[in-house]
């Protein structure tokens, strides 16, 4: 999304309002245009365009985001001079009415609604039918000659004036207008009488008299007073702020107060309100969407009180203004050139549009609106790709919840990792392999949390639910580098041995047993009972089309994150240029292998721990020729064993007993091992190329098994390119100790195996020193991999799995803008990666260079990338497309600027 | 110790010695000179000075350390051309003597001793007489007519150079010479006939055949080139390495070889050899100062078989002899310009010089030389102030064990903290405090190792041992920290309840109980059974005239880290300009505040937090009170709270028991905020202003007990100074959060005393990415102070904690040269360091910025911080005159370079 920077507003803001903070439109002329979305809101802006393109809009004018701001500053008093220009912009909007605000005569109401320069859906409320009271309700009766139109009105302003302003909840207004309706015995709200609609304005009245204290405020210059302070602060309410963080939107861009006059689809069956849409938002389709409601106001369609009726319809009860907004909205779209989502209302057969916008859409429909108008010849290639977001793309990547399903939502956690998934109940990484493997039944792993050792139980499950860790929990980076559903931190669950249990919304405690259907939604988080049905989305032509463009625009290579010849074919699919991270560690985990590392860990000597090493040795062959064969033609980049060895080891219990026996030797030895490998801060102790500089026969295995795998598969014809990758380096010597021993076991295998091989040797740049030294790497390293995970980590100074305990408030008091675990921190921890490409292309020009952490899937981490001259990202293989997608939009962008 | 890098003496080497390996001097006249020492080893090049300068000196010549160099990187090989340069050499040799290698006519003998460019005592061997063989021992007999001198030439050179090229023991030719005297009923060597040494050479020759299976060598040439390569290989074996690792002494600078022609000592009553100084090395008095034997080599001084006589004897013994070393000794102290340390050989009446060099002196020694120079106007007050390093002033600083006291040594631990400590052994702090107080009488504190809830305990002893934990352990850091001896990590003691055991040499057990006296050196790592006589030595006028001297050149400014009152003032004796870290932590864990502060962490809400916060307030003033009139008319940097908040909350077991009951609540509760505490990895977790971020009220309780502190003591008239420092920022919004607070409570308090304080508000730099982000950062602070333990922590990605496990690996493999935790990393860590000095002062030109970390104490850190021109630099009390003088050294550096 292109959020603008709090230096681009401010300067925007300071340049135009230091005097003006009030824009009007109407009679066909605006003050604004729709280039001013940042000063007048999206609402604003496209309001006073439609009214410059003679579009018919009910008059009004726009208080602009800076007058907010500039309330939040002043501790939410209004600027000077704001008030003097609002009164004079009414006395112009009555004026261009020919109404009178608060007049007993003929009254002029007003819509006021927020509207900010990025769209935030249901954020912030609207209030219609402002100042309307006693007095101007006869006004509107005079003058429509129609008592039940008046108090619809009225009670309308006063529920949704009590709810936005005065903070009633609305469930109190319904409660009286339920109580009304069983009274008189009608069941629609159009079935009451003027009569009724009256008697609910008073009992109305009475209950903010009662909750409030204080009688319901008549005066309509306070009304309008009121309802745009309520505005203004609905821009600070918790769901905006909530919404605004999940988007990575900046909590300073405040926003616009739209007072319009109103117009009324209320007024009888000649009347009516709807929203539409200029092609299809759910699958592109290009044909005109929506739906109305005769008699009614907007949020009638929106509160889904009644069915709104198709828009097609709408061509044979009210052909003419049907036909009107026909060709309103071709030119809409043809002016925007975008997709738009309208809404309007039809006043006695009088259509007026109320709002137009660029429409949201689903991925598919994205895409396909996207190859559509280059095909239409509306948009270029470049411009139809920056019409994506790329994130969007997952969406058409996994499996998906239909969405006509009915289902039944136990729970909500994180949505750890998009996609669905659903199968039963296991509790163990044993159960969800047997279950899989004998059984041939999908599972999914309920864990509290994952370790690595549940890694081949993960594999096995089709989906995985924990109940404690975040967004970065190994659950959660576990599966996304799988591409493997995921919901995490589910803590409403409570596990017990074979079951679990979840309280309903009513209290009632749920019980689901192991073998117990659930599905999982792990783009939602939510956690659902039984077996949903599952939908997988075709990439169809217009997406092989579409991607095409994007991989004829971008600089940047994409590799992919994949540990298994499974996952490595995956990725290719998706578009995959090589792999730019294969974690050899996740090939110690398997079954048969666990024992022999943890023979390795415990060997007393070096001879010992050899013996244990040779074991493996075939095993890693064997998994490089794997993904040697997926990736054949393609650069593999292996990084060598990185995590501490005591990961390897159990951590305590029946699991320590089991293990002591198996390796034949005393619990208590087992356990002294196992504290003597303790360590304080792990995260900063023996791991990575660490372990080499004390235990050389590791990497040198690793080594061995690597050009082994490559020697037999290149003899066989196949295109192998090796690249082995030193984690954790940080020092010069690091890398010169440990490449001395890969390229004479290079040396030795194509000696002994007559073979030639293409590789290179090169590092990890993770730790901050290894890119405050990269002067010095360069001149050793054959390319370089930011590993921008734990590069964050030790900028930052924060434990990714400790962080959950500030991390939140951080972000809730704005003191950061977006989780760096997400999106790389371009100021601090990119200033970092800048240094060492400038400083390694300084020593070695054509420095492969390219980035391996979780950020080589994220978008705005990837538009970074492709400015600071990265060769390639590399992110999991469901994220592929993704990364194409924003590497493309990233050279666009640079373009523009 | 000024050390050449790497690239320097490679330089050197390169330029002259392509082609030339080795060097003659002898007739007056040396190819080398003193400024060689890189090439030729200080030994070498101070033989062809003293040559140049016609002092005799037996001639010879020196293979340079570029051949050495050479030998290492060619596998152990000669490089090409120097045997034939050697050949030569040796036809010289034989011409300046008129003497024949391997001649049985007039045979000579040399001398074969290794010298590198750095002084490494006692590292590397001496091989004397070689050359000999039973002809050529004939021919000795023939030419001197002395058969009891060829034959004691001979039986030394068998044992010497069985001992260094054969590596055969020399205890196994000291039995044989004990069991020949006893056979003989003689007590001396030299009591033993011509026979008995002739019977000596034949009975050690068939030792080394049974040993090595082959015939003693018998070829001169071969001898000496073995007599070579041993040389070469010495400057590798296990002790050299330790020492260099030790004194921060590169590992690729090499060693020279000297070959020199045999003078005897050993010829009689005439003859003689001794060592000597210029001046007293003990005391720095200006006297000859030394020892000699008669009839005797000089290896029968060093290893003490004869007790030597003073010096001053000689003058009656052979007053000839005397009066010429007396006129040599004074020119070569002029010559060099130096104290000198003076090797000679008195061969019938004769006198030789053999070596001289700078001489090793006591701290003492050296302040007083120092000055001494001056006064007699040999030096300048600059060349002065480089004559004493730095370090050494900790021996005059802290009380010392007697050196003339007989002790007891029980095992050996880390010298942790330096000086002396004499105590009742106990067992915890808590005792440690009680006998203290009660009895008035003085402990040795003995842990397993010690935690935060230690420090009291701490205090109130004199010394603390622990059985566990490096250099930088919790007991060595905070006995620094207070000037207090500390030995750690001494793994030979064993702990149990009321005692602890060690094994003494003969394997017996020796069983130490609660009670019994203890003394520990800090200073060399040895702990001693009973109480050693301590001395403290005096800081004279010299001490205070040399510090002097140091102020003058300075520019840095040299603070302290104290936390209480008493420090401050040690701090401020010994020349402290201000404290630079008052770490506020250290107060929390006092027997009344710990339970408060565990109140404050267990308040489930923020009312309840301020309540326990407002009762450690008066407490925390009453702190500050303490410090600023300590230091009144001084700058005192406050850091606020930093550690996490777990730190104060027990760890398990019984103390857990008490603390639930003291704090009326269940152990269960306890436990489980103990384990909602607990973190992955507490050094990048929640703590320092992440606690202020989540926890405001905290830095606000002691932003107020500052300001109310040094308000009161303002308005009683005295200048007080606080800086606050805010810990651990990473982000400009941590900064902008804490300090608005910070200067809101500070505005309160001057308003309501209605008083002015200045004050400063700034931030540690810790934090890789603040060092990043410093041109953000220095908008907002006023000051920066480097946090380099953390800083080098995150940088390197090392944890203190746990680095334990590998670093010791790569000092040994010289991956590091220095422990980046004792000096400044000044590649990288001082990379991030300049860019954050260069960044911050781009923005604010006076930014004051100082380090506080524990490099503030650590002369190639301060003269670091010079060069990248900081204000001020802050270490433990005990180390700011060791920080006065390193700084002034840098000074002076800098304007050398």
């Not at 996207?370 to 239409?376: L, Q, Y």
């Not at 050899?584 to 590392?597: A, D, Q, S, W, Y």
Request: charged share 25%; aromatic share 6%.
């Amino acid at each position: 999304m292109a959020v603008m920077t709090e230096g681009q507003s401010r300067k925007e803001g300071n340049m135009n309002t230091t005097k003006k903070y009030v824009y009007f439109f109407g009679n066909g002329k605006a003050e604004g245009t729709r280039d001013q979305r940042l000063l007048l809101g999206g609402k604003g802006a496209n309001l006073a365009e439609m009214t410059n393109l003679g579009i018919p809009v009910p008059p009004g004018f726009t208080i602009s985001t800076v007058a907010c701001k500039e309330f939040y500053a002043q501790n939410s008093q209004w600027p000077a001079g704001l008030e003097a220009e609002m009164s004079e912009n009414l006395k112009r909007l009555e004026q261009a009415t020919g109404k009178k605000f608060g007049s007993t005569d003929n009254p002029l109401l007003v819509s006021v609604r927020s509207g900010a320069s990025v769209s935030l859906p249901g954020m912030m409320d609207t209030i219609l039918n402002l100042g309307i009271n006693d007095d101007a309700a006869k006004g509107l009766i005079q003058k429509s000659g129609n008592e039940r139109f008046a108090y619809d009105a009225y009670r309308r302003f006063i529920q949704m004036f009590s709810n936005v302003v005065l903070e009633i909840d609305h469930h109190n207004f319904e409660h009286i207008l339920k109580a009304k309706k069983a009274k008189l015995k009608v069941t629609e709200d159009t079935q009451l009488s003027a009569q009724a609609l009256k008697e609910l304005v008073k009992e109305y009245k009475e209950l903010v008299k009662k909750i409030t204290k204080k009688s319901f405020p008549d005066d309509p210059q306070q009304q309008l007073k009121l309802a745009c302070n309520a505005v203004f602060k609905s821009w600070n309410n918790d769901r905006a702020i909530i919404y605004r963080n999940a988007s990575k939107i900046p909590h300073d861009l405040g926003t616009g107060v739209n007072v319009q006059s109103m117009v009324f689809g209320n007024m009888g069956e000649t009347s009516g309100t709807g929203v539409a849409f200029t092609r299809d938002p759910g699958t592109g389709e290009h044909k005109f969407f929506g739906e109305f409601l005769v008699n009614a106001q907007g949020e009638d369609v929106v509160a889904g009180i009644r069915t709104p009726n198709p828009i097609s319809q709408l061509k044979q009860v009210l052909p003419g203004a049907y036909a009107e907004l026909e060709t309103i909205y071709q030119r809409l779209e043809k002016h925007f050139r975008d997709m738009q989502d309208l809404e309007f209302t039809i006043e006695d057969k009088k259509l007026f549009l109320l709002q137009t916008r660029n429409g949201k859409r689903s991925a598919a429909a994205a895409v396909k609106i996207a190859c559509d108008m280059v095909k239409e010849g509306m948009i270029s290639k470049e411009e139809a790709i920056l019409r994506v977001q790329p994130e969007q793309l997952d969406q058409l990547l996994h499996p998906t919840i239909d969405t006509k399903a009915k289902v039944s939502v136990l729970a909500k956690g994180l949505p750890a990792s998009p996609g669905a998934a659903v199968g039963r109940v296991v509790f163990t990484a044993q159960d969800a392999i047997e279950t899989a493997e004998e059984k041939g039944e999908k599972t999914i792993l309920v864990r509290r949390e994952t370790s690595p050792e549940d890694v081949g139980g993960m594999i096995a499950a089709e989906g995985i639910l924990t109940a404690t860790g975040g967004m970065t929990s190994h659950a959660a980076v576990v599966a996304r580098g799988m591409g493997k559903c995921c919901v995490a931190g589910c803590g409403a669950i409570h596990i017990e041995a074979n079951y679990f249990t979840v309280q309903d919304k009513t209290g009632k405690t749920i019980k689901v047993k192991e073998g117990d259907f659930i599905t999982l939604n792990g783009s939602t988080g939510e956690v659902i009972l039984g077996e949903a049905k599952l939908v997988t989305p075709e990439l169809g032509s217009d997406f092989k089309l579409f991607m095409g463009w994007a991989d004829d625009i971008r600089r940047l290579r994409v590799r992919t994150n994949a540990d298994t010849p499974e996952d490595s074919k995956i990725a290719r699919n998706f578009g995959a240029e090589g792999i730019g991270l294969c974690r050899t560690e996740h090939m110690f985990f398997g079954e048969n292998r666990l024992k022999i590392v943890r023979e390795m860990i415990l060997a007393d000597n070096e001879k010992e721990r050899i013996k244990a090493l040779n074991k493996l040795e075939p095993m890693q062959k064997g998994d490089f020729k794997g993904i040697f064969k997926a990736m054949a033609g393609l650069p593999v980049t292996i990084r060598l064993l990185d995590p501490p060895l005591h990961e390897f080891l159990p951590k305590g219990g029946a699991e320590l007993k089991k293990v002591a026996k198996d390796l034949k030797i005393s619990i208590k030895e087992l356990e002294k091992k196992v504290l003597s490998l303790h360590e304080v801060n792990p995260m900063l102790g023996h791991r990575g190329c660490r372990l080499a500089v004390t235990y050389p026969e590791i990497y040198k295995m690793q080594a061995k098994a690597i050009f082994e795998a490559a020697a037999e598969l290149t003899k066989e014809g196949l295109r192998v390119v090796p690249e082995v990758m030193i984690p954790l380096v940080g020092m010069i010597g690091e890398l010169t100790f440990t490449k001395k021993d890969i390229i004479q076991i290079a040396d030795e295998v194509m000696a002994q195996r007559k073979v030639k091989i293409e590789y290179l040797v090169g590092t990890m740049i993770e730790i901050p020193r290894a890119a405050l030294i990269s002067q010095e790497l360069a001149k050793e390293a054959e390319f370089y991999s930011f590993g921008t995970n734990d590069l964050t980590q030790m900028a930052f100074g924060f434990s990714r799995d400790d962080v959950g305990k500030f991390l939140p408030y951080y972000i809730d008091k704005g003191l950061l803008k977006v989780d760096p675990f997400v999106s790389i921190d371009q100021v601090g921890v990119g200033s970092l990666i800048e240094l060492a490409v400038t400083k390694g292309r300084a020593v070695k020009p054509n420095l492969k260079i390219g980035i391996c952490g979780e950020h080589g899937g994220d978008p705005s981490s990837i538009e970074f990338c492709h400015r600071v001259k990265l060769d390639y990202v590399s992110c999991s293989p469901f994220r592929v497309p993704i990364a194409r997608l924003a590497a493309a939009q990233a050279v666009l962008k640079e373009k523009k600027a």
